[in-house]
T-cell receptor, first 114, second 108 residues
Framework: KAGVTQTPRYLIKTRGQQVTLSCSPI?????VSWYQQTPGQGLQFLFEYFSETQRNKGNFPGRFSGRQFSNSRSEMNVSTLELGDSALYLC?????????????FGPGTRLTVL | DQQVKQNSPSLSVQEGRISILNCDYTNSMFDYFLWYKKYPAEGPTFLISISSIKDKNEDGRFTVFLNKSAKHLSLHIVPSQPGDSAVYFCAGDDKIIFGKGTRLHILP
């Protein structure tokens, strides 16, 4: 079974631009969560989607948004990029998103904002 | 407000000895905890979990202990192996709350 895939793996943008990251979950998984990882803050939850609906949202500004498609693939968008948005963005999928459900993470997209 | 804290950013342990990684939490409503392991350039992988109704869960070389009164959990790795060198994250409740991670170095 193929794992979680994320594209692109690396991205360089400049301040003020916007970016879209993509995540394809494991086949059959309906929950997709997004996390931001930075050296200072560790892993921080952005949002979770289940059946095309945002089910949970972390404490991030409205510049960070996401969506999920009917095939469970998900995208996240960051508008008006800031230097502090440079981070590793991870997505994780699980069958139902229940707390006891194992999450499987993708390799991440490394975003650098110049 | 950090609800899950891993106070040791790094830890070095001799190969073959026991590695103990610690995690403290503040939210007594958490009812499920997980540990993840992360290698560079890879996403975290699930390692072991524990429900709040238990105080210990074991899986091979990995054991997680939960002390609810102290709001503390720990991950024990025995014996430590070179492949255990990684960053370890603990997470609480619905996996939304992660600690900042502890980098474990296994020394030859």
């Amino acid at each position: 079974k193929a794992g979680v895939t994320q594209t692109p793996r690396y991205l360089i943008k400049t301040r003020g631009q916007q970016v879209t990251l993509s995540c394809s979950p494991i086949s059959g998984h309906r929950s997709v969560s997004w996390y931001q990882q930075t050296p200072g803050q560790g892993l921080q939850f952005l949002f979770e989607y289940f059946s095309e609906t945002q089910r949970n949202k972390g404490n991030f500004p409205g510049r960070f948004s996401g969506r999920q498609f009917s095939n469970s693939r998900s995208e996240m968008n960051v508008s008006t990029l800031e230097l502090g948005d440079s981070a590793l963005y991870l997505c994780a999928s699980s069958l139902s998103g229940d707390s006891t459900d194992t999450q499987y993470f993708g390799p991440g997209t490394r975003l650098t904002v110049l | 407000d950090q609800q899950v804290k891993q106070n040791s950013p790094s830890l070095s342990v001799q190969e073959g000895r026991i590695s103990i990684l610690n995690c403290d939490y503040t939210n007594s409503m958490f009812d499920y905890f997980l540990w993840y392991k992360k290698y560079p350039a890879e996403g975290p992988t699930f390692l072991i979990s524990i429900s709040s109704i238990k105080d210990k869960n074991e899986d091979g070389r990995f054991t997680v202990f939960l002390n609810k009164s102290a709001k503390h959990l720990s991950l024990h790795i025995v014996p430590s192996q070179p492949g255990d060198s990684a960053v370890y994250f603990c997470a609480g409740d619905d996996k939304i709350i992660f600690g900042k991670g502890t980098r474990l170095h296994i020394l030859p």
